[in-house]
Nanobody
Framework: QVHVVESGGGLVQPGGSLRLSCAAS????????MGWYRQAPGKEREFVAT???????NYADSVKGRFTISRDNAKNTVYLQMNSLKPEDTAVYYC???????WGQGTQVTVSS
């Protein structure tokens, strides 16, 4: 059974950094693309970043240059390093197994002074 668990969210001041983690199990992690998405209050869930099995990455324009997605296949974990955070980055961040369509429960990120 596919299982995806996000962690690392919290409250951070504008300009600060956070690193989110997504631990996955129940499938062949190394051959699957993984993605991060986010949903702010009252808004649709939106794409943030993806990483393929080969390590190719893609980012939303709103986070390009500030966020970095990476993966550790030995740990079945994907990361999202978020720097230069802005209040508009406040959202629940979700991890997705792109090729299987499975989601985690999300982790809250709040950027506020």
């Amino acid at each position: 059974q596919v299982h995806v668990v996000e962690s690392g969210g919290g409250l951070v001041q504008p300009g600060g950094s956070l690193r989110l983690s997504c631990a996955a199990s129940g499938f062949r992690f190394s051959i699957n693309s993984m993605g991060w998405y986010r949903q702010a209050p009252g808004k649709e869930r939106e794409f943030v970043a993806t990483i393929t099995s080969g390590g190719n990455t893609n980012y939303a324009d709103s986070v390009k240059g500030r966020f970095t997605i990476s993966r550790d296949n030995a740990k079945n974990t994907v990361y999202l390093q978020m720097n230069s955070l802005k209040p508009e980055d406040t959202a629940v961040y979700y991890c997705k197994v792109s090729t299987l369509g499975s989601w985690g429960q999300g982790t809250q990120v709040t950027v506020s002074s």
